[in-house]
């Protein structure tokens, strides 16, 4: 069992920076890959970055390539993600998830089989 704990959401307006957080226990997720996720309301969850088990390896979502980073750190058992130049579209409740049986950056969504909580974020315009 992995239990994934989200932090550092918040409201922030448009143009600013948010760095979440996901904090894992009760197993290491330093050879599992990790993903970020976000939800809006009335809209299906959508994944918006990746990262390899090695970290070397990330990938995102055309909505937020050049703006959201990915980020691990092993001995942490943590995961962040850098959310830069943030715009009002991008008010969703942030999820991060784990792929225990897969290493690289973009594993079938179906995949990932442990869940944080998530966090809300909020841009004002």
């Known amino acids: 069992q992995v239990q994934l704990v989200e932090s550092g959401g918040g409201l922030v307006q448009a143009g600013g920076s948010l760095r979440l957080s996901c904090a894992a226990s009760?197993?290491?997720?330093?050879?599992?890959?990790m993903g970020w996720f976000r939800q809006a309301p009335g809209q299906e969850r959508e994944r918006v970055a990746g990262i390899s088990w090695s970290g070397s390896n990330t990938d995102y979502a055309d909505s937020v390539k050049g703006r959201f980073t990915v980020s691990r750190d092993t001995a942490k058992n943590t995961v962040y993600l850098q959310m830069n130049s943030l715009k009002p579209e991008d008010t969703a409740v942030y999820y991060c998830?784990?792929?225990?049986?897969?290493?690289?950056?973009?594993?079938?969504?179906?995949?990932?089989?442990?869940w944080g909580q998530g966090t809300q974020v909020t841009v004002s315009s």
């Open positions: 009760g197993r290491t997720i330093s050879r599992y890959a």
């Open positions: 998830a784990v792929a225990g049986r897969y290493g690289s950056s973009w594993p079938p969504i179906s995949e990932y089989d442990y």
